[in-house]
């Protein structure tokens, strides 16, 4: 796909591949960040891989937006889109009733049992899409279509850190204890704050993430494991 | 050499830790953070010869109010036109002052600024979150926001009394309107809005913290496509929710959102917005990009410039007083 360039303020290129969200353009957005990575351009500070574009953010003393873009089109130029394959990541999920209170409203708005909405959970192939929203809030698309149920009118307060939720496609496991509009199914008890300075979150976009049940008494065995670091 | 140890006998919302933030963590949500004014904050390192970056106290309007329990050490302050009282001594922000043992510190919300930087001669010691003791205010990650009761230690603290008095304010900071380079989603906003926000003036309101500042004035409509795919955000985005009111995001803005961006302020534009209060009038004005990076690197060359200078000893005391008049506001026992 041929990317568009825009200018972001004195600090930044977005490169943009579509309009609209796709594999294909997510795909590119990958793929060209991980082409930045291993060549970045002088200057350049960070790169923000989102849907449909990516971020190039620089330090406006030591470069601009044309060198930036010259050195883009150059990475784009040897971009290998087929050869993309994210890490695949195995989270677990305890889906106990005191951790899921939303599972009953998403059987009955989707007319199945409460376990028939966890195996569609656990079938889902999902995969990084990008993070947003707060530290560590990674976006995961490939929630199956028959549990698909949208965003609640208002947001809930006070939603624990590890909660697996749910909108639409996308599933996200959350860090922090925040509100959130979305339906809670689940909590994981894995740590995305991994505490590995060189690898301090535990997904990378483009990662593919497949779930895994577990029962209570796994879910606390392994939430101490966290907590005793 | 010795700790220095205070109380935080007050401190208003919004008081935090704040070092020169941590770039490069976008990727995973978490915005680089930092001071507001990034300015007023070198300015406070610079004024004590601290290496550039070192940890200091975003002050809010909310104010802070420290009491010396132990050791002596000296400070800078700067940023706005705060109050400072130490003890009966009242001066403004823009200072370098040594407090010791049961003396009383306050900086208080003046005449002008939204944000003041309280900077040592020694290390504040605080949490460190992803190599940066900035805080992150939604998730308070990193230094943290001060509490009324805690107690701040500073290691390594010391006493320079050959940087005392008033800190020269820049006075290179332009006062005209805030520029902006337009978009990247201003195709997406109906006729005459990008007009709108270039012809017509917005208030600050107090919907206003680290986060972002969202302003008031005529609404800038969108062209019915407010779907659209979640796109990287940064600090100086104007973002602009389905209702038409734009939102300034700064320091800990979220990292990605689907609401259109109409323009975006040039980096060091968002330091002096950050210093308006609400109610502030304000316009904006567009520049291209080329010309964002020629304004851009003139300011960091007078900005550089101003900090090497600030960052030179005045001499001691005794020195001083010999070769100059008393600074005004200041008494020396």
């Not at chain 2, 935080?8 to 990727?27: E, H, K």
């Not at chain 2, 006493?159 to 195709?187: C, S």
């Not at chain 2, 950050?274 to 080329?290: D, K, N, P, V």
């Given at each position: 796909m041929e990317p568009r360039f825009k200018a972001i303020a004195d600090h930044a290129l977005l490169v943009k591949f579509a309009d609209d969200a796709s594999v294909e353009a997510h795909t590119c957005v990958i793929a060209l960040d991980r082409a930045i990575a291993s060549d970045p351009p002088v200057g350049m500070i960070e790169t923000v891989p989102a849907l449909v574009n990516l971020l190039v953010t620089f330090d406006p003393v030591l470069t601009d937006h044309l060198a930036v873009e010259g050195h883009v089109r150059k990475c784009l130029k040897g971009l290998k889109v087929e050869e993309i394959a994210g890490v695949r990541r195995h989270i677990q999920v305890c889906y106990e009733a005191s951790f899921a209170p939303d599972l009953e409203a998403v059987a009955s708005a989707t007319g199945l049992s409460t376990d028939a909405v966890i195996n569609a959970h656990l079938a889902g192939d999902y995969h990084v899409l990008m993070y947003g929203f707060s530290p560590g809030y990674a976006y995961l698309s490939g929630v199956t279509e028959e549990i698909q149920v949208p965003r609640k009118p208002a947001p809930i307060r006070d939603v624990p850190a590890g909660s697996v939720i749910i909108a639409g496609p996308q599933c996200l496991i959350t860090t922090l204890t925040m509100p959130t509009g979305w339906s809670i199914i689940g909590r994981s008890p894995n740590a995305i704050f991994t505490?590995?300075?060189t690898h301090p979150f535990l997904f990378d976009v483009g990662d593919n993430v497949t779930f895994e049940r577990v029962d209570l008494a796994t879910f606390e065995r392994l939430s101490k494991d966290i907590d005793h670091g | 050499?010795?700790?220095?140890?205070?109380?935080?006998?007050?401190?208003?919302?919004?008081?935090?830790?704040?070092?020169?933030?941590?770039?490069?963590?976008?990727?995973?949500?978490?915005?680089?953070?930092?001071?507001?004014?990034?300015?007023?904050?070198?300015?406070?390192?610079?004024?004590?010869?601290?290496?550039?970056?070192?940890?200091?106290?975003?002050?809010?309007?909310?104010?802070?109010?420290?009491?010396?329990?132990?050791?002596?050490?000296?400070?800078?302050?700067?940023?706005?036109?705060?109050?400072?009282?130490?003890?009966?001594?009242?001066?403004?922000?823009?200072?370098?002052?040594?407090?010791?043992k049961g003396e009383r510190l306050a900086i208080r919300a003046g005449k002008a600024g939204s944000w003041a930087y309280l900077a040592f001669a020694g290390s504040l010691e605080t949490e460190d979150w992803l190599g940066s003791q900035a805080t992150h205010s939604t998730s308070g990650f990193g230094g943290g926001a001060l509490q009324s009761g805690q107690t701040l230690v500073i290691s390594d603290a010391g006493?320079?009394?050959?940087?005392?008095?008033?800190?020269?304010?820049?006075?290179?900071?332009?006062?005209?309107?805030?520029?902006?380079?337009?978009?990247?989603?201003?195709?997406?906003?109906?006729?005459?809005?990008?007009?709108?926000?270039?012809?017509?003036?917005?208030?600050?309101?107090?919907?206003?913290?680290?986060?972002?500042?969202?302003?008031?004035?005529?609404?800038?409509?969108?062209?019915?496509?407010?779907?659209?795919?979640?796109?990287?955000?940064?600090?100086?985005?104007?973002?602009?929710?389905?209702?038409?009111?734009?939102?300034?995001?700064?320091?800990?803005?979220?990292?990605?959102?689907?609401?259109?961006?109409?323009?975006?302020?040039?980096?060091?534009?968002?330091?002096?917005?950050?210093?308006?209060?609400?109610?502030?009038?304000?316009?904006?004005?567009?520049?291209?990009?080329?010309?964002?990076?020629?304004?851009?690197?003139?300011?960091?060359?007078?900005?550089?410039?101003?900090?090497?200078?600030?960052s030179v000893p005045r001499g001691s005391l005794e020195q001083r007083l010999m070769g100059e008049n008393l600074i005004h506001g200041c008494v020396f026992d």
């Open positions: 505490g590995d300075a | 050499m010795a700790n220095a140890a205070f109380s935080v006998s007050f401190a208003g919302p919004l008081v935090t830790v704040q070092d020169a933030g941590r770039p490069g963590n976008m990727r995973y949500g978490v915005s680089a953070s930092g001071p507001m004014d990034r300015l007023a904050y070198d300015a406070a390192n610079a004024a004590l010869g601290n290496p550039p970056g070192a940890t200091a106290i975003e002050i809010s309007l909310g104010g802070l109010v420290l009491q010396c329990k132990e050791g002596a050490i000296t400070l800078a302050i700067t940023g706005g036109d705060f109050v400072v009282e130490h003890g009966p001594q009242k001066t403004g922000s823009w200072t370098v002052l040594t407090i010791s006493i320079r009394d050959d940087r005392l008095g008033e800190i020269v304010q820049p006075d290179f900071t332009p006062d005209g309107p805030i520029r902006v380079v337009t978009g990247p989603q201003d195709h997406h906003f109906s006729e005459g809005a990008v007009e709108r926000l270039l012809s017509e003036a917005y208030k600050v309101t107090d919907a206003y913290d680290r986060m972002g500042m969202r302003l008031k004035g005529p609404l800038l409509e969108l062209d019915g496509a407010l779907s659209i795919p979640s796109e990287p955000i940064v600090r100086g985005s104007i973002q602009v929710s389905g209702d038409g009111v734009p939102t300034i995001l700064l320091a800990d803005h979220q990292t990605t959102g689907g609401y259109p961006k109409i323009a975006t302020v040039i980096s060091y534009d968002t330091d002096r917005l950050a210093q308006f209060r609400a109610g502030h009038s304000l316009r904006f004005t567009s520049i291209s990009s080329e010309h964002s990076i020629d304004d851009v690197r003139t300011f960091m060359g007078m900005k550089t410039q101003y900090l090497s200078q600030i």
